[in-house]
């Protein structure tokens, strides 16, 4: 076939040529299909990233008018942290013809799962929810011909709207500490969880600069793996160890609220009281925990989807040259009824 143009887009018959294979091998491998060898899926793979290709987003036409598609690609589509973020795009969707998907990109393999659908290219902007960017990944990202607003996560040369873990944990654990407390666990996620190293950090700096020993044995994780151990029965599962020890916590920082719910719930099934036997903070500061009273960490997520829909929509009607933005989101604590002072 004839040599591309110098400039043009590359094509997926540029494509089978620089892998050697044939165009319904190309079409298998951007589909995801097992019928492809490991050898040639990574021979097509490198082609790929070698030629920067992205397939032509879906053309659909009505009436010479194109309908605009975004899709939101997050690892799970019912969690209660991703639904509040959900509700704030939907809002700034609400006058706006545009299309919505979504892509469940799950927690066993994610990465993989995004990378399927990058290469179907089916969308017009992309709004990336709470996956670290990395790897081969972030090569894709930064060579896909459509806008990439990422929330929850940085990486340079994208749009990114993102909180700073550490500073959320440090800020609940410090409120403990000037409660009084002095004995204060933390329930944490696993430790493949993003998040999970810098809520421990956080927790250690602040126990840290209040002169308290760190004791490992307050912190805990729960069994359940659901959600990378954010889940209502992780947290139970790490608050019956920590209420199991000898010298037990006065007071709980868990990782996320849906954690606190299942440590709240343990407390009450083992016949003790919030927060007259053990005080808790969680963090999120899902809608929930308002009705439950709560205290925790508020990240604003709906205002945070809001938002970041809100830059995806500048993407897509401004020039790709814009400058790119970086916004660290607010984090503020949510002061409620499970919390008080520790008077032994």
Not at 75 to 89: C, D, I, Q, Y
Not at 104 to 127: E, I, W
Not at 276 to 283: A, K, M, P, W
């Amino acid at each position: 076939m004839p040599e591309r143009s110098p400039g043009s887009r590359p094509t997926i018959y540029d494509v089978a040529d620089e892998a050697r294979v044939a165009i319904s091998t190309v079409s298998r491998v951007l589909n995801g299909s097992n019928e492809v060898s490991e050898a040639t899926r990574s021979r097509v793979q490198d082609a790929i990233r070698k030629l920067q290709f992205q397939p032509q987003r879906i053309a659909r036409n009505l009436a010479q008018q194109s309908t605009t598609s975004i899709a939101v690609a997050l690892p799970s589509a019912t969690s209660m942290f991703f639904v509040e973020m959900l509700k704030g795009v939907k809002d700034a969707l609400r006058d706006e013809d545009i299309d919505l998907l979504l892509c469940n990109l799950g927690s066993a393999t994610p990465y993989q799962t995004l990378q399927r659908f990058l290469n179907r290219g089916a969308v017009d902007g992309l709004l990336l929810m709470s996956l670290p960017i990395e790897g081969d990944v972030a090569e894709q990202l930064l060579a896909f011909q459509a806008p990439v607003v990422l929330l929850g996560s940085r990486h340079q040369g994208l749009d990114a709207l993102w909180w700073d873990d550490r500073e959320g944990a440090q800020m609940a654990t410090t409120y403990l500490v000037e409660q009084g407390h002095r004995r204060i666990g933390l329930i944490s996620a696993h430790a493949w969880s993003s998040n999970a190293a810098p809520r421990l950090e956080g927790y250690r700096a602040a126990l840290d600069e209040a002169g308290i020993a760190f004791d490992p044995a307050l912190v805990a994780a729960g069994e359940t793996t659901k959600h990378a151990g954010y889940s209502e029965e992780a947290g139970a599962e790490a608050m019956e160890a920590l209420m199991s020890l000898d010298d037990r916590p006065t007071a709980v920082f868990a990782a996320s609220d849906v954690q606190a719910y299942g440590a709240w719930s343990h407390v009450r099934d083992a016949g003790m009281v919030v927060p007259r036997d053990v005080s808790i903070v969680g963090y999120d500061d899902l809608k929930l925990s308002r009705f439950l009273d709560l205290t925790t960490v508020t990240q604003g997520m709906q205002q945070a989807g809001h938002q970041a829909t809100q830059r995806l929509l500048h993407r897509l009607r401004s020039s790709p040259s814009d400058e790119r933005v970086d916004v660290q989101l607010p984090l503020s604590l949510a002061v409620r009824g499970s919390t008080a002072v520790e008077t032994a």
